[in-house]
């Protein structure tokens, strides 16, 4: 069964940097959009980043110009590259990929999500 993984979470002080990666597991027939969520404690999930498979990408204002969203078609993998971490950017970040594990079939796929904690 296709899944995604993510790996990269950690502890960093604000002003660090860190870099999540989530791979897939499984076979895909088509990855769609690959993008990043995050929730921190008693608020709703919110989209941080998200790029389309052609390689254009969007984010959240709250984090334009300091975090980086790629990602290797060849590897069905998807980064993002976190620069001026700030406390706000505490939270569960969670991998997310519309996606076809076969002809005809359409998914959304969740990650088991990793935490980021930045202390001030």
């Known amino acids: 069964q296709a899944q995604l993984v993510e790996s990269g979470g950690g502890s960093v002080q604000a002003g660090g940097s860190l870099r999540l990666s989530c791979a897939t597991s499984?076979?895909?027939?088509?990855?769609?959009?690959m993008g990043w969520y995050r929730q921190a404690p008693g608020k709703q999930r919110e989209l941080v980043a998200v790029i389309a498979s052609a390689g254009s990408t969007s984010y959240a204002d709250s984090v334009k110009g300091r975090f980086t969203i790629s990602r290797d078609n060849a590897r069905n993998t998807v980064y993002l590259q976190m620069n001026s971490l700030k406390p706000e950017d505490t939270a569960v970040y969670y991998c997310?990929?519309?996606?076809?594990?076969?002809?005809?079939?359409?998914?959304?796929?969740w990650g088991r999500g990793t935490q980021v904690t930045v202390s001030s």
């Open positions: 997310n990929a519309d996606a076809s594990p076969r002809v005809g079939s359409r998914f959304t796929y």
């Open positions: 499984g076979s895909f027939y088509r990855i769609n959009a």
